[in-house]
């Protein structure tokens, strides 16, 4: 699997800080397929031990009458191994899938303005719409400005906007008459995370 690099980031248009952040989570996660890959790479290892075991009982049984239960054993032992290296190769699939796709998603959140203070609260909240990015020859996210505006619409309250001064601030919520708004998603989400990570502490959103 190739290596995610700065140069590659940079050539994405992310800028430094962002490269630092992405970079730290992409190693993490390699950190993570590596270990699991080293242990069952052992494990698959030990299936040549059973195949060559497997090979010698037939030799025996087709010299005199075997043991069919120990031949059986054999058989069996060497099927699991098979299905568990298989389920391993498949979960590390999902994984690098799953890494490339969050990569992705980070990219487009940013790209369409949320503060990079809530990308995190977005990618948590969002396991669906990331699961369901699909990606063209290029490695470009298929429909991505359908997912753009999707992502601008649902959490406007995270999008940020540059003022004549150059100062970055949060949209304000619309007008409505003196009425109560009803809170919006991105709203909820906010006010859920700050109480996991604080309580029930007062928490003021940047």
Same mark, same amino acid.
């Given at each position: 699997?190739?290596?995610l690099?700065?140069?590659?980031l ?5 800028e ?7 970079i730290?989570r992409h190693?993490?996660? %390699?950190?993570d397929i ?5 242990k *069952? +790479?052992a /494990?698959? !290892?030990? $299936? ?6 497997l090979?010698?009982?037939?030799k ?5 009458d075997g ?5 059986e054993?054999?058989?069996k032992? %060497? ?5 568990e290296?298989e389920k *391993? +190769?498949a /979960?590390? !699939?999902? $994984?690098?899938?799953?890494a490339k796709k969050?990569t992705a998603?980070?990219?487009l959140?940013?790209d369409?303005?949320i503060s990079e203070?809530r ?5 948590k909240?969002?396991?669906?719409e990331?699961?369901s990015i699909?990606f063209? +020859?290029e490695g470009?996210?298929?429909?991505s400005?359908?997912l753009?505006?999707s992502v601008?619409e649902?959490?406007?309250d995270?999008v940020?906007?540059q ?5 970055q601030?949060q949209?304000?919520?619309?007008g ?6 009803k809170?919006?998603r991105?709203?909820e989400?906010?006010k859920q995370?700050a109480?996991?990570?604080y309580?029930n502490?007062?928490?003021?959103e940047d």
């Amino acid at each position: 699997m190739a290596s995610l690099t700065r140069k590659f980031l940079e050539a994405l248009g992310i800028e430094e800080k962002v490269q630092d952040q992405i970079i730290e989570r992409h190693n993490e996660v %390699l950190s993570d397929i590596k270990s699991e890959r080293d242990k *069952y +790479k052992a /494990d698959a !290892e030990g $299936k040549d031990e059973i195949q060559k075991q497997l090979d010698e009982l037939k030799k025996k049984q087709s010299e005199k009458d075997g043991e069919p239960s120990e031949l059986e054993k054999v058989k069996k032992d %060497l099927a699991d191994k098979t299905a568990e290296y298989e389920k *391993y +190769k498949a /979960d590390i !699939e999902a $994984k690098e899938t799953k890494a490339k796709k969050e990569t992705a998603f980070r990219k487009l959140l940013k790209d369409a303005g949320i503060s990079e203070k809530r990308i995190d609260i977005v990618v948590k909240a969002s396991p669906n719409e990331i699961e369901s990015i699909a990606f063209d +020859k290029e490695g470009n996210i298929k429909d991505s400005d359908k997912l753009t505006a999707s992502v601008k619409e649902t959490w406007a309250d995270f999008v940020v906007t540059q003022q004549q001064g150059g100062a970055q601030v949060q949209n304000p919520p619309a007008g409505n008459g003196g009425d109560t708004p009803k809170p919006s998603r991105a709203a909820e989400l906010f006010k859920q995370h700050a109480a996991e990570m604080y309580g029930n502490k007062t928490t003021k959103e940047d």
